[in-house]
Every structure is written in C-alpha cells, then in structure tokens.
C-alpha cells in the first residue's frame, strides 16, 4: 500500500471512531463534558460554534459545520507568529526539526474567532478558526482538487467557439491576457491572432504569458522543411500526432507555432486532446490505463549531425498521474522518439503493447481530431503535457517558428492574475 494511501486510510478510522457524538454536545452556554473520558470544550452561543478536544493523538476541531482534526506538531509547525514566520517574505523561520515530536499544548483557550495554544516553552501560537478551517485537510478534501478543465474532441471544441485574443489587446490589457489563460488552462490550447508575422512579435506574444525554455533547438527557433537537424520535424513528411520533447526529464510545458508563410500545399496542424483519450481509456480500460501509468518508457534523441551532436534520454510512463488521487497531469507520448524497451519483462511487454494500441486507437479516431490550418499571424500555445500536435505532409515553402515556455511561469501568471491554476 502506498504512504499517502495508509495515510488516507488512518486518517478514515481516527475520524469515524471519534466524532460520531460531537454534535450533541453543542450547547448555549460556556460548559465543557465528558465523553468517553475526554474533556469537551465549547464557546459561548454564536453563529457557528466552536468545539474542540484535546485528543492523545491530534486536536479535533468542529466549527463551521466541520470536524477537523490537527497533528500537534503540525500545529506547532504553522504558527504564524512574527519569531516562527516572517509575513513580509512569507517564509517560515522556525525550524521544525526542533518541534519536539510528542509536543502537546499546556493551555488551548479560544475565543470568538481565534484559537490560543500554549506551548511547553511558554510559546503562544494563535491561529483564527477561520485560517484553520481553510488550511484542514478537511476542508481541502472537499474542494475540487482537479485542475479544471474541459475535455474536448472535435466537435466539443468547435462547438465551444473558443474566442482568440487579438494581438493589440492581448499585448495591452490584463484582462484578455487573463481570460486567454483561463481558456488555455480550459483546452490546453489557445490562439492569439494578428500577430506581425516575424520572429520578434512572436517572442513578445509568448512573453506575456511565460519565460522562454531554451533548449537544444535554441531559444526562438523558426525551421523549414531543410533537414538542418536530424528530426523528421524538418522535413515535408506527415507527423502523426505526439507531444514534443518526451526524452526530457521534464517535457518542455507549452509549445509556440506561428506559421511565418507557406506556398505550398498541405501541412495542416493535427491537434489531439490526449486527457480527453486517456480519459476514455480509463473508463473503458482501468487496468490499460494503470499499465500506462505504471511502466516507464525511455524517449530518447540521439542527432549525430556533424553540427549538432545531442543523446537526450527521459525516462516516465506515457501516463503521468499524481500518487494521491490518480489525476492524470502529462501525457507522453511520441512514437518515433520512444527508445528501446529494454527494462521491462516479457510478459509486461506484452501488457503495454496492448494498452499503447488502445490509446493510439482512440487518440486517432477522426473525431477526436483537430484540424487547423496555421496562418501567418496566428499563433498557437499549445500543452505539451496535454494536448497532442501533429501535422499533413505539404508542398512548397512552409516556414515555422517558436519556442517552448516554461510551465510553471506560465501558472505562475495566471495565479497572479487571479485564476485559479
Ligand atoms: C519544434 N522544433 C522544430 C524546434 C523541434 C522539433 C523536435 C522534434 C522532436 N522529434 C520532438 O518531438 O521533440
Ligand atoms: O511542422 C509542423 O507543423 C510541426 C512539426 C513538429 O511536430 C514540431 O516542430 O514539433
Ligand atoms: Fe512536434
């Protein structure tokens, strides 16, 4: 069983054997009562009252219509004073390595909206209810703890009318730079449109919304069909739909394409929106997708150009999900970069080979497919952890060019403009 699992697990039995009485006891007046030999305390008559209990083993907490249960160390941990936390930097300064581990408050006193705790050492700790109760894992559990998103195909997607931002206002005004990231964290893609159609606008577009990822492709990077490095990108074949970068330890987060010209036939962008495959998968599939979630894949990029001598290696399941609740955070997935599976056995070969034909199968259904034709002046952020890019092969002068960005300044910007991300 894993960590976070038992942990869950432990917290269930602590809070289903100890509470189940608690509302009873709320009284009108300033009383404290014996339950199963524990000392109950209560505040005076208020809109939302107050209950707490000095447990062996946590403080529990009912206020506000929730139960809430505190490690005492944890409580010791969080306390804001100014000589545990500076507010200015907002870091903590204590050093909880020095909490002794069986620390128990001497005194705990509450009043109308704060919570006092008297430490061994003389040290008071106050926290409002209100702060408390936001910061439980009670409280947290209960919110949506996804990302929110909307999984698309085609047909969601266009039905959607996604708006573009406009350059002008895009470049000007916060608020049509706040909702094009509200749609990017919606989609995972998004456009900007009457972008001058050079590399230099292209880089101030991606500036407002994130810090340039150099890589070994360089920082901004335009490319034709001239085979200057050894990837099948710079050539005029089909790609079939992959995400970028998968022989990172970190896949680039976004990826940027502004179509500068083409003349020429063909080469329209394959857009796939891989959450919305694994998702099906999963509800079809639960122990395909626990399979592609599970055995890690190594990508690599090896480019023996006598310019450009790369040997890039990553190493992760196609599936990313977080341990603690099985959200799905990033796809990898890149058929012609995927090395040789060499640290898997037979058997789960096997397994895996099933799984990937059931993913690919569905992120190649036509109506899972998005098709655009890049036009100078466009440009396209595109979640390289979410969604899948491909392209048709093409005739003719296509130039390309872009960048990667980082993904966490990206978040970064849109926390800071309020979104929740
Ligand atoms: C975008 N740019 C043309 C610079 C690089 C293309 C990299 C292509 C590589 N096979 C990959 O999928 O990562
Ligand atoms: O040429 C294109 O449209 C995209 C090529 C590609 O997949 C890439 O550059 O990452
Ligand atoms: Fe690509």
């Known amino acids: 069983m894993s960590l976070i699992r038992m942990f869950i697990r432990l917290r269930g039995t602590v809070r289903s054997a100890s509470w189940a009485q608690g509302f009873v006891l709320m009284g009108d007046r300033c009383k404290s009562v014996h339950l199963e030999g524990k000392r109950w305390q209560h505040t005076k008559t208020q809109a939302t009252p107050c209950n707490w209990k000095l447990l062996d083993d946590c403080f529990e907490l009912s206020y506000g219509g929730l139960v809430m249960q505190f490690d005492y160390v944890w409580l010791r941990d969080h306390c804001r004073s100014s000589s545990c936390?500076?507010?200015?930097?907002?870091?903590?300064?204590?050093?909880?390595?020095?909490?002794?581990?069986?620390?128990?408050?001497?005194?705990?006193?509450?009043?109308?909206?704060?919570?006092?705790?008297?430490?061994?050492?003389?040290?008071?700790?106050?926290?409002?209810?209100?702060?408390?109760?936001?910061?439980?894992?009670?409280s947290q559990k209960w919110r949506a703890m996804m990302q929110s998103r909307i999984l698309w195909n085609s047909e969601i997607y266009s039905g959607a009318k996604v708006p573009s931002a406009s350059w002008d206002k895009f470049?000007?005004?916060?608020?049509?730079?706040?909702?094009?990231?509200?749609?990017?964290?919606?989609y995972g893609i998004a456009f900007v449109e009457d972008v001058p159609a050079t590399i230099d606008a292209t880089e101030m577009v991606t500036q407002r919304v994130s810090l340039i990822r150099e890589t070994i492709y360089g920082r901004m990077w335009d490319f034709t069909s001239d085979f200057s490095r050894g990837d099948t990108a710079y050539t005029k074949l089909a790609l079939d739909c992959h995400t970028d970068?998968?022989?990172?330890?970190?896949?680039?987060?976004?990826?940027?394409?502004?179509?500068?010209?083409?003349?020429?036939?063909g080469g329209r962008t394959l857009l796939v929106d891989g959450f919305y495959a694994a998702d099906k998968l999963l509800q079809q599939s639960p122990e395909n997708f626990k399979v592609l979630s599970h055995i890690p894949i190594k990508h690599e990029y090896i480019e023996t150009f006598a310019s450009h001598r790369n040997h890039m290696i990553g190493i992760g399941p196609v599936l990313s999900v977080y341990p603690w609740n099985n959200e799905i955070y990033m796809i990898r997935y890149n058929n012609y970069d995927r090395a040789v599976i060499t640290r898997?056995?037979?058997?789960?070969?096997?397994?895996?080979?099933?799984?990937?034909?059931?993913?690919?199968?569905?992120?190649?259904?036509?109506?899972?497919?998005?098709?655009?034709?890049?036009?100078?002046?466009?440009?396209?952020?595109?979640?390289?952890?979410?969604?899948?890019?491909?392209?048709?092969?093409?005739?003719?002068?296509?130039?390309?060019?872009?960048?990667?960005?980082?993904?966490?300044?990206?978040?970064?910007?849109?926390?800071?403009?309020?979104?929740?991300?």
């Open 344 to 421: 898997v056995p037979h058997n789960m070969v096997q397994c895996w080979y099933k799984a990937h034909r059931q993913l690919t199968a569905e992120l190649r259904k036509p109506e899972n497919e998005l098709w655009v034709k890049l036009k100078p002046g466009k440009v396209l952020f595109i979640d390289n952890w979410r969604v899948l890019h491909g392209r048709e092969s093409f005739t003719g002068l296509r130039q390309l060019c872009g960048c990667y960005l980082s993904r966490d300044d990206m978040l970064n910007k849109a926390r800071i403009l309020g979104l929740q991300a």
């Open 245 to 265: 970068t998968a022989y990172f330890q970190e896949p680039s987060g976004i990826q940027i394409f502004h179509c500068l010209r083409h003349e020429g036939t």
């Open 171 to 186: 470049m000007s005004c916060d608020e049509e730079l706040k909702t094009f990231l509200s749609n990017f964290l919606l």
């Open 85 to 138: 936390y500076n507010s200015k930097t907002n870091q903590r300064s204590l050093d909880t390595a020095s909490i002794e581990l069986d620390i128990r408050p001497t005194k705990t006193r509450v009043d109308e909206e704060n919570l006092f705790f008297t430490w061994p050492d003389g040290h008071v700790t106050r926290y409002s209810l209100a702060w408390l109760v936001a910061n439980s894992y009670e």
